[in-house]
């Protein structure tokens, strides 16, 4: 069982720095691969480290995050740690509203400098120039940076972190118009990692595989940080190589014997829409992919687990998870080694403060849902009325979470900080749902997005199936 043995996210680096036999192996693309074990990424880390404080950037200066390249983002992530830096990692995109949310971030923070691919940062200077953000423009030209890969050779010096001081900024990756930084400490991440390496039994012959992209709290916490805090091999996959090339998601697996993947929900859909007459692939060593971040289809996992049965791919591989960055990543799963459950439920009868009413698949007003299992080390969840108060099982309500994982608010935001805590402590999750009877929470949807039409409930996950 892992247990928070670490206080900081740089003990771990530290520890890890022993390692030289396992580490991380970069895809770039089906045949070229860069494989850094935990000792070089804490050498080259130390490298870029001392770069950043000879061009002056302090402890607790925030540093935008807008780096495409998965080896380049994870030494500049490890490199700010090391210092005592704020990492905050946004999403890349190339239409405007992107570029635009960088901005709006930009504003956010106290005293920021941005590091970028050069195609990155010169899109974001044009941007600026074009739309009139000349402040920006001029603060980009003083205070961004475009990382290489390449060796840096300066002296570095460690930041000794306290366990509650901040680690790095978790900006959503949904909200371009009003984003809200989740303030995540060390304690938070060192606590929720050892609670996902022990719901997913991570043992020292594991390894992971992620396409996520790092900017996301899936892809840099769930399939980064567990991986390295529970010291075992990962493979990083661009994100924009698996859309390209979906299959060479599980072509990876086979070929590295990854044993824990993880995929949102759209993944599988776009997955199985590549997948032809492929290889003789033996996918029978995966032993869980975590589903979740976005609204789970029961019957898309029951057809991705059919068409990968040809490949040994066990039924109880796919495992639903629930997890927000306000809960640093994870908040519930399901139990290994079981087959997932669905859940369908009567579409009339899924209104805040009334009882699930579970109906056949076949009826016509059936919505279908997945139990995502129950709360994780050190975390607690209670689903409340709009009192704040909780409810029985089997009532819908808010979902509201607690704990060692969780965070205490929003970044220079009090005023999102104050709506989103109850007055005894919890945070709340935006999110919908009810405890089963067999105590497994389900998630029916944001409490924002639920469409009226004609009297009838519209669910988003209706629409997007």
């Given at each position: 069982m892992?247990?928070s043995q670490?206080?900081?996210l740089?003990?771990v680096?530290?520890?890890?720095?022993?390692?030289?036999?396992?580490?991380?192996?970069?895809i770039?693309?089906?045949?070229?691969?860069?494989?850094?074990?935990?000792?070089?990424?804490?050498?080259?880390a130390?490298?870029?480290?001392?770069?950043?404080q000879h061009?002056?950037?302090?402890?607790?200066?925030?540093?935008?995050f807008?780096?495409?390249e998965?080896?380049?983002?994870?030494?500049?992530?490890?490199?700010?740690i090391?210092g005592?830096?704020?990492?905050?990692?946004?999403?890349i995109g190339?239409?405007d509203?992107?570029?635009?949310?960088?901005?709006?971030?930009?504003?956010?923070?106290n005293?920021?400098?941005?590091?970028?691919?050069?195609?990155?940062?010169?899109?974001?200077?044009?941007?600026?120039?074009?739309?009139?953000?000349?402040?920006?423009h001029?603060?980009?030209?003083?205070?961004?940076?475009?990382?290489?890969?390449?060796t840096?050779?300066?002296p570095?010096?460690?930041?000794?972190?306290?366990?509650?001081?901040?680690?790095?900024?978790?900006?959503s990756?949904g909200?371009?118009?009003d984003?809200?930084?989740?303030m995540?400490?060390?304690?938070?991440?060192?606590?929720?990692?050892?609670?996902?390496g022990?719901?997913l039994?991570v043992?020292?012959?594991d390894s992971f595989?992620?396409?996520?992209?790092?900017?996301?709290?899936?892809?840099l916490?769930?399939?980064?940080?567990?991986?390295?805090?529970?010291?075992i091999?990962?493979?990083l996959?661009?994100?924009?190589?698996?859309i390209?090339?979906?299959?060479l998601?599980?072509?990876?697996?086979?070929?590295?014997?990854?044993?824990?993947?993880?995929?949102?929900?759209?993944?599988?859909?776009y997955?199985?829409?590549f997948?032809?007459?492929?290889?003789?692939?033996?996918?029978?060593?995966?032993?869980v992919?975590?589903?979740?971040?976005?609204?789970?289809?029961?019957?898309?996992?029951?057809?991705?687990?059919?068409?990968?049965?040809?490949f040994?791919l066990?039924?109880?591989a796919i495992?639903?998870?629930?997890?927000?960055?306000?809960?640093?990543?994870?908040?519930?799963?399901?139990?290994?080694?079981?087959?997932?459950?669905?859940?369908?439920l009567?579409?009339?009868?899924?209104?805040?403060?009334?009882r699930?009413?579970?109906?056949?698949?076949?009826?016509?007003?059936c919505?279908?849902f997945?139990?995502v299992?129950r709360?994780?080390?050190?975390?607690?969840?209670?689903i409340?009325?709009?009192a704040?108060?909780?409810?029985e099982?089997?009532?819908?309500?808010?979902i509201?979470?607690?704990?060692?994982?969780?965070?205490?608010?929003y970044y220079?935001?009090?005023?999102?900080?104050?709506?989103?805590?109850?007055?005894?402590?919890?945070?709340?999750?935006?999110?919908?749902?009810?405890?089963?009877?067999?105590?497994?929470?389900?998630?029916?949807?944001?409490?924002?997005d639920?469409?009226?039409?004609n009297?009838?409930?519209?669910y988003?996950?209706?629409?997007?199936?």
């Amino acid at each position: 069982m892992y247990t928070s043995q670490f206080q900081t996210l740089v003990d771990v680096i530290r520890e890890r720095s022993n390692i030289s036999d396992r580490g991380i192996r970069f895809i770039e693309s089906d045949k070229n691969e860069t494989v850094v074990s935990y000792r070089q990424l804490f050498e080259e880390a130390q490298g870029y480290l001392g770069y950043l404080q000879h061009i002056g950037i302090q402890p607790k200066q925030e540093i935008v995050f807008q780096i495409q390249e998965n080896k380049s983002f994870v030494v500049a992530f490890w490199a700010c740690i090391l210092g005592g830096m704020i990492p905050v990692p946004v999403s890349i995109g190339e239409d405007d509203d992107h570029k635009l949310k960088v901005w709006r971030i930009w504003n956010i923070l106290n005293h920021p400098f941005l590091i970028a691919s050069e195609k990155v940062l010169d899109k974001i200077k044009k941007y600026a120039a074009e739309h009139d953000l000349q402040d920006f423009h001029h603060q980009l030209n003083e205070k961004s940076d475009i990382i290489q890969d390449q060796t840096y050779d300066y002296p570095a010096s460690f930041y000794e972190p306290g366990a509650n001081e901040l680690a790095f900024i978790q900006f959503s990756s949904g909200s371009t118009g009003d984003p809200k930084g989740v303030m995540l400490t060390h304690h938070n991440l060192i606590h929720n990692t050892c609670a996902i390496g022990n719901a997913l039994a991570v043992h020292s012959r594991d390894s992971f595989l992620s396409w996520m992209p790092l900017t996301h709290d899936m892809g840099l916490i769930a399939c980064h940080l567990v991986p390295f805090i529970t010291g075992i091999n990962q493979n990083l996959m661009p994100t924009e190589l698996f859309i390209r090339r979906p299959i060479l998601w599980m072509k990876k697996a086979h070929e590295h014997k990854a044993s824990i993947l993880s995929s949102p929900n759209f993944g599988y859909n776009y997955f199985l829409k590549f997948l032809k007459n492929e290889p003789d692939w033996d996918l029978s060593h995966i032993k869980v992919i975590a589903n979740g971040a976005e609204p789970i289809l029961p019957e898309l996992c029951d057809e991705f687990l059919k068409r990968c049965a040809a490949f040994n791919l066990k039924r109880s591989a796919i495992l639903n998870v629930y997890g927000l960055a306000e809960a640093s990543v994870g908040a519930a799963f399901s139990k290994l080694g079981k087959e997932f459950v669905p859940v369908y439920l009567h579409r009339d009868h899924l209104n805040l403060g009334e009882r699930a009413v579970n109906v056949s698949k076949e009826d016509q007003n059936c919505a279908s849902f997945v139990e995502v299992g129950r709360p994780i080390d050190y975390c607690q969840l209670r689903i409340s009325d709009e009192a704040n108060e909780r409810v029985e099982d089997g009532i819908i309500g808010h979902i509201q979470i607690k704990g060692d994982n969780v965070t205490q608010g929003y970044y220079n935001n009090p005023e999102s900080t104050e709506k989103a805590l109850t007055s005894d402590g919890w945070v709340k999750t935006g999110d919908l749902g009810f405890i089963s009877e067999s105590g497994n929470l389900v998630v029916t949807g944001r409490e924002k997005d639920i469409i009226f039409v004609n009297g009838k409930n519209i669910y988003p996950h209706d629409i997007e199936r």
